[in-house]
Antibody, heavy 118, light 107 residues
Framework: QVQLQESGPGLVKPSETLSLTCTVS????????WSWIRQPPGKGLEWIGY???????NYNPSLKSRVTISVDTSKNQFSLKLYSVTAADTAVYYC????????????WGQGTLVTVFS | EVVLTQSPGTLSLSPGERATLSCRAS???????LAWYQQKPGQAPRLLIY???SRATGIPDRFSGSGSGTDFTLTISRLEPEDFAVYYC?????????FGPGTKVDI
């Protein structure tokens, strides 16, 4: 059973960079596609993008200009960087895993709330 | 981008009743790549259905999914107290993957 755990700052200032890391346990990072999904408070879910262990990525065009997802296979971790944040980026950020590039989410992290405020 | 619309927004039912949730796509969902998730307050979503009609591991058979093309349905045959939650559909047939706005099932 794959387990995912998000970590990173809970507060980010406007115009700065949001950085989160997801640590994978119970499974090989080479076996899945690794995604970030977010959910503003009281609202629905938004897919941000995914990465494969090889480094190939696919981003949501609505965020593509501000997002980088990377993977560190030696640490069994993958990361999210979201640049130039605004209050609209305040959300619970989930890391998640899928079995293929075009696939449903099998495993979810517990989520971490990131608030953008000055 | 495939836009998903869910109806109704809120479904008020009692335990033991049948719940029927709808998810409609703005264009045909490739290969019926449509999933349903359940989310309870303060928790991550949980996968219920994938491929429009396949139940995920450990999901009770009171949950069933159907549909193809642009119209999909999640049915809960007899509501249990633990089923009161928000349900989201997601299409993963074309990028960007998109979610519906959710249907809240409450008492």
């Amino acid at each position: 059973q794959v387990q995912l755990q998000e970590s990173g700052p809970g507060l980010v200032k406007p115009s700065e960079t949001l950085s989160l890391t997801c640590t994978v346990s119970g499974g090989s990072i080479s076996s899945y596609y690794w995604s970030w999904i977010r959910q503003p408070p009281g609202k629905g879910l938004e897919w941000i993008g995914y990465i494969y262990y090889s480094g190939s990525t696919n981003y949501n065009p609505s965020l593509k200009s501000r997002v980088t997802i990377s993977v560190d296979t030696s640490k069994n971790q993958f990361s999210l960087k979201l640049y130039s944040v605004t209050a609209a980026d305040t959300a619970v950020y989930y890391c998640a895993s899928s079995v293929a590039a075009y696939s449903y989410v099998v495993y979810w992290g517990q989520g971490t709330l990131v608030t953008v405020f000055s | 981008e495939v836009v998903l619309t869910q109806s109704p927004g809120t479904l008020s039912l009692s335990p033991g009743e049948r719940a029927t949730l709808s998810c409609r796509a703005s264009q045909s969902v490739s290969s019926s790549y449509l999933a349903w998730y359940q989310q309870k307050p303060g928790q991550a979503p949980r996968l219920l259905i994938y491929g429009a009609s396949s139940r995920a591991t450990g999901i009770p058979d009171r949950f069933s999914g159907s549909g193809s093309g642009t119209d999909f349905t999640l049915t809960i045959s007899r509501l249990e107290p633990e089923d009161f939650a928000v349900y989201y559909c997601q299409q993963y047939g074309s990028s960007p993957f998109t979610f519906g706005p959710g249907t809240k099932v409450d008492i």
